[in-house]
């Protein structure tokens, strides 16, 4: 039996030496690790190479798709074919109108205006509140606090998981916060059959671009917890009960802006103003 026990100890020794030098070189990474995915302004081109020449292609190609539908309109009316809504050709002219500004204004709206919003509330945030850049320090001096504890340190592993994803998260938002921009151009074209398409694109991107602040207020809150809490296995479960609630930071803006009717209004006073201006245009000339 003292063989056996001996045995034990070795590989349990050796399997948590192992573990400390993994965890001591996360940790090192943990800040830089967060900050390209969560702290830093999102810039679409920053890691996708070519990114403005995607886009100039998919506009391209939305621009083709509206010239075959103004071509197929025009037929359609010297035909005698009637459209089913009875509208006249002067709305279709204003709806295709707008419809071919918006291929080039939507993504120029969320670089322009959505993506700087989004940057001002997380500088805001960060203004008022804890030095993210200190996760690294705080948590390498957690760690180094329980390594004689082994369930704390199975508790802290599961932490350090739940950071890894959390921060994987925060890569897909970026992907998606690209695709979001990539397909406007298409979406633009909804407006011509006065599809709600642009309304679920609008309030797809408001949950997509706004959920790196969710994500960034949830790492403040999160860094306050582990330095904060001195009960250690109340900051654990504290902490990853945090990380659960910012996971669902898209969803519960979705829910928001479904329940609200924030996108409908905001697109039914784009359109609004967009056709007044046009129908001011047209009447000047």
Do not use: C
Request: charged share 10%; no cysteine.
């Amino acid at each position: 039996m003292q063989m056996a026990d001996w045995i034990s100890e070795i590989i349990s020794g050796s399997f948590w030496k192992a573990v400390d030098n993994l965890i001591e070189s996360f940790l090192n990474y943990v800040y830089e690790f967060l900050s390209q995915v969560i702290v830093q302004p999102t810039e679409p081109s920053k890691y996708i190479h070519n990114f403005d020449q995607y886009l100039k292609g998919v506009q391209f190609f939305a621009g083709g798709l509206l010239v075959i539908f103004v071509i197929w309109s025009v037929f359609r009316q010297l035909s005698g074919v009637m459209y089913s809504d009875e509208r006249s050709m002067g709305s279709y002219f204003i709806h295709i109108t707008f419809a071919g500004a918006l291929i080039y204004i939507l993504p120029k709206a969320v670089t322009l205006v959505f993506l700087p919003i989004n940057t001002a509330l997380i500088n805001f945030i960060g203004s008022v509140g804890i030095d993210v850049s200190a996760i690294d320090n705080t948590m390498q001096t957690v760690w180094g606090g329980i390594r004689e504890e082994e369930i704390s340190r199975i508790m802290f592993l599961i932490l350090i998981i739940a950071i890894v994803v959390f921060g994987i998260a925060g890569a897909i938002r970026y992907i998606e916060t690209i695709i979001a921009i990539l397909i406007s151009p298409l979406v633009a074209l909804s407006v011509i059959n006065n599809g709600d398409g642009l309304q679920v694109w609008l309030r797809e991107l408001i949950a997509i671009v706004f959920t790196q602040t969710i994500h960034f207020l949830i790492l403040q809150i999160l860094l306050s917890i582990i330095g904060g809490v001195e009960n250690m296995t109340l900051m654990i479960i504290l902490s990853i009960g945090t990380i659960a609630v910012g996971l669902r930071g898209p969803q519960i803006l979705r829910q928001y802006l479904y329940k609200t009717g924030t996108s409908s209004a905001l697109v039914s006073s784009i359109g609004s103003v967009s056709r007044l201006g046009m129908m001011g245009v047209m009447i000047k000339r």
